[in-house]
């Protein structure tokens, strides 16, 4: 039996599209991570950007929400808050990250900036939605599924808050600056369950991250 996969042969296209762009860019390094397409740029925000870019956040920062589950369930203990998108150098470090993929800015949703204290985590999660939650038709309607992943470190934390990706083994320590990408689907355009992965927790310092997530249609 073949069971229906919303938004299947976006997905299937997107992961081509950016997959042969990324290929050709010398600055992005292919992390081993079979069967997770998982890249990272070394040095993709300057020290003065990842500065001011940690100082937004502290303005916008409230609780982080979750679909299915709220705050108050220890799930994602972070805060975070999305970015003004038409500020100027907002709006400049988006498309940068747009044009790194190769795809249409309408695509993208705002970027999001994320901070963690000591003690504060993202648990185990895929960034791709569960299409039999309640929360999909809204978020058919937005743009449907989501693509690629984007996320930025900007500070070196003191101890913990590695990105863990908990079905691969696999766990990268933040260092300011380094962007990774991941592909949320297979070649296929299926949802990829091993892209799995999880903020680890802080243990002391503080842990800042800015995400950019892509739909597989215009985001609204
Ligand atoms: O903070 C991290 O290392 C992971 C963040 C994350 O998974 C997310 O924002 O979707
Ligand atoms: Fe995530």
């Not at 998982?38 to 020290?47: N, Q, R, T, Y």
């Not at 900036?113 to 939605?129: A, I, L, M, S």
């Not at 766990?171 to 689907?185: D, M, S, Y």
């Amino acid at each position: 039996m073949t069971e229906f996969v919303p938004d299947q042969n976006a997905l299937a296209r997107l992961g081509e599209q950016v997959r042969a762009r990324l290929a050709d860019n010398p600055a992005v390094y292919r992390v081993p991570a079979e069967p997770v397409e998982l890249f990272a740029v070394g040095d993709f925000l300057s020290a003065d950007e990842c500065t001011r870019l940690c100082a937004m956040i502290d303005a916008v920062a409230r609780p982080s929400a979750l679909h299915e589950l709220d705050y108050a369930s220890g799930f994602r203990t972070s805060y975070s808050g999305d970015l003004e998108p038409h500020d100027p150098f907002v709006a400049a470090i988006s498309q940068r990250i747009d044009a790194l993929l190769g795809v249409k800015a309408a695509i993208g949703e705002p970027v999001q900036g994320q901070r963690y204290q000591p003690g504060q985590q993202f648990k185990p999660h895929n960034d791709w939605f569960y299409v039999t939650e309640g929360y999909w038709p809204q978020e058919e309607a937005r743009g449907g599924q989501r693509s690629w992943t984007a996320m930025a470190y900007l500070n070196a934390v003191e101890a913990g808050g590695a990105t863990a990706f908990t079905a691969l083994g696999i766990q990268i320590e933040p260092k300011p600056g380094v962007l990774l990408l991941w592909n949320n689907a297979l070649p296929d355009g299926h949802p990829n369950e091993a892209t799995l992965h999880a903020g680890l927790p802080v243990e002391s310092g503080a842990k800042y991250v800015i995400t950019k997530w892509y739909r597989t249609r215009a985001w609204r």
